[in-house]
C-alpha cells in the first residue's frame, strides 16, 4: 500500500510569510501527527489529530496550527514565518490501535530566508 | 514520559554484529520500549517493539531483561546501508495516553567497510 505522502518537499519562504504543508497518510490510518526536526533540537512533536480532532499537542507557539480533514489527510500551518522555522516537518500516520508503530512521510524541507 | 540513554554515536564494520542499548530507569508498567532507524533527510522508520523478554523481526532483534530498565537493539550483520541514527523511545500504547512520540538523541551509527 502507499505510504504517508507529504506535499510539498522543498519549500524556501521569507521571514513574515506564512506556509501550509500537506500530509496524505496510510490509507484507513485515522492519526496523524506532526514532527518538527531541527539540528539542534531534533526531532519535537507539534501535534496529533484523530477523526479530525486535535488531540495532543507539542510546546509550539500558536503560529504553528493544524487540521485534518474528513478523509484523514491533514494539513500543518506557520504564520509569521521566523528563520529558527527552517526545518524538516515531518508526518506520521498510524491506526489508533498501534500508535508507537508510526509511519513517516519523507518531510517537508522548509527554508526560511 | 519515560527518560532513554543511549549512546551518541558508534562505529562498526561490515559483517558484524551491532548491539544498541538503551536506559531507561524510569519505565512504567504500561510502557513499551520501540526503535526506529533515521536515515539522513528522511523520516523515521518503524524497527521493531517489545514489551519484555525477546523479540524478532526480519529486521533486528529486541533484547528486554527482566527489569526492564534498559533494552538492546541487535542488528545482525550490519551492512553500510544499515548507516543511519537509532532511537528507543519508551512509551504506552494505550488508547487513553498522551499521543505523541518522544525521540531523544539517537545514536548515529557508522558501518564502516
Known amino acids: 500500500k502507499a505510504g504517508v505522502t507529504q506535499t510539498p518537499r522543498y519549500l524556501i519562504k521569507t521571514r513574515g510569510q506564512q506556509v501550509t504543508l500537506s500530509c496524505s497518510p496510510i490509507?484507513?490510518?485515522?492519526?496523524v501527527s506532526w514532527y518538527q526536526q531541527t539540528p539542534g533540537q531534533g526531532l519535537q512533536f507539534l501535534f496529533e489529530?484523530?477523526?479530525?480532532?486535535?488531540?495532543n499537542k507539542g510546546n509550539f507557539p500558536g503560529r504553528f496550527s493544524g487540521r485534518q480533514f474528513s478523509n484523514s489527510r491533514s494539513e500543518m500551518n506557520v504564520s509569521t514565518l521566523e528563520l529558527g522555522d527552517s526545518a524538516l516537518y515531518l508526518c506520521?500516520?498510524?491506526?489508533?490501535?498501534?500508535?508507537?508503530?508510526?509511519?513517516f512521510g519523507q518531510g517537508t524541507r522548509l527554508t526560511v530566508v | 514520559l519515560a527518560k532513554t540513554t543511549q549512546p551518541i554515536s558508534m562505529d562498526s564494520y561490515e559483517g558484524q554484529e551491532v548491539n544498541i542499548t538503551c536506559s531507561h530507569n524510569n519505565i512504567a508498567t504500561n510502557d513499551y520500549i520501540t526503535w526506529y532507524q533515521q536515515f539522513p533527510s528522511q523520516g523515521p522508520r518503524f524497527i521493531i517493539q517489545?514489551?519484555?523478554t525477546k523479540v524478532t523481526n526480519e529486521v533486528a532483534s529486541l533484547f528486554i531483561p527482566a527489569d526492564r530498565k534498559s533494552s538492546t537493539l541487535s542488528l545482525p550483520r550490519v551492512s553500510l546501508s544499515d548507516t543511519a541514527v537509532y532511537y528507543c523511545l519508551v512509551g504506552s500504547i494505550s488508547s487513553g495516553s498522551a499521543r505523541q512520540l518522544t525521540f531523544g538523541s539517537g545514536t548515529q551509527l557508522t558501518v564502516l567497510p
Open positions: 517489545g514489551y519484555k
Open positions: 489529530y484523530f477523526s479530525e480532532t486535535q488531540r
Open positions: 490509507s484507513g490510518h485515522r492519526s
Open positions: 506520521a500516520s498510524s491506526t489508533d490501535r498501534a500508535y508507537t508503530e508510526a509511519f
